[in-house]
């Protein structure tokens, strides 16, 4: 993302002016460009990581057992578990997978939504300012449309149930905190995870090169910034 915060700063030298630095460009056009720019890129990550193996065969975003079965997982392979370990693994990134077309909405929802003041943030705001901005828009309502999708996946393997049952006992003593205390809420908190890192790649590749930009603005906007 460094590129990133390199282009970005020219655009920011010229604020809150941004018709100067951006060829004629007005505010309204200059964030026009930018909902254009992340509109392809939430619709692309979606697309990319929504599809089999999107998560389970992309090591940016696969996501591994929870800590307290990784640490395990040599016991329980000599326990004879291994294979099941390994269909956890497959199951919870399949269960990404399958979750993540459910955030196509909320996400194209929060680009038509983004003011002026949004767009000023995200330029100026630095290396995970994308990341920043739909995670306060759609996090909280994502992981609500994540869990039964994951859910569904997950209960399907007894290692699963057996996870949430041990990991439940766990939070009650203070021995496990956060998304680890149970599949469910481990893998919904990576999917999502995983969804905004690859939407901020794909915004980054669209400034590294302009003209691969769906809509004519999002190719003025982002051209002007690579002068």
Do not use: H
Not at 18 to 23: K, R
Not at 82 to 96: F, I, R, V
């Amino acid at each position: 993302m460094r590129t990133l915060i390199r282009t970005l700063a020219v655009l920011a030298i010229a604020l809150p002016a941004w018709a100067g630095g951006l060829d004629g460009l007005t505010n309204s056009q200059a964030t026009s460009g930018l909902r254009e720019a992340l509109d392809q890129g939430a619709r692309a990550a979606v697309s990319q990581l929504g599809q089999n193996g999107g998560f389970l065969n992309n090591p940016k975003v696969r996501i591994p057992l929870p800590g307290v079965l990784e640490k395990a997982k040599p016991i329980l392979s000599m326990l004879g578990r291994g294979k099941d370990m390994d269909k956890l693994e497959t199951a919870m990134n399949q269960a990404a997978e399958a979750a993540v077309p459910e955030a196509k909405t909320l996400l194209v929802d929060a680009v038509k939504q983004m003011s002026v003041e949004d767009a000023k943030n995200i330029l100026t705001g630095g290396e995970d300012s994308v990341t920043r901005y739909f995670e306060s828009k759609t996090r909280e309502a994502l992981t609500g449309r994540f869990m039964p999708v994951v859910t569904e996946q997950t209960n399907r393997l007894s290692l699963a149930k057996q996870y949430n049952k041990l990991a439940d006992k766990a939070s009650a003593t203070g021995l496990l905190e956060g998304d680890e205390a149970s599949v469910e809420q481990y893998v919904t908190a990576k999917a999502l995870d995983g969804l905004y890192l690859t939407i901020a790649e794909q915004e980054r590749a669209i400034r590294q090169n302009p003209m691969q930009a769906a809509g004519s603005l999002a190719k003025r906007v982002f051209g002007a910034l690579g002068r």
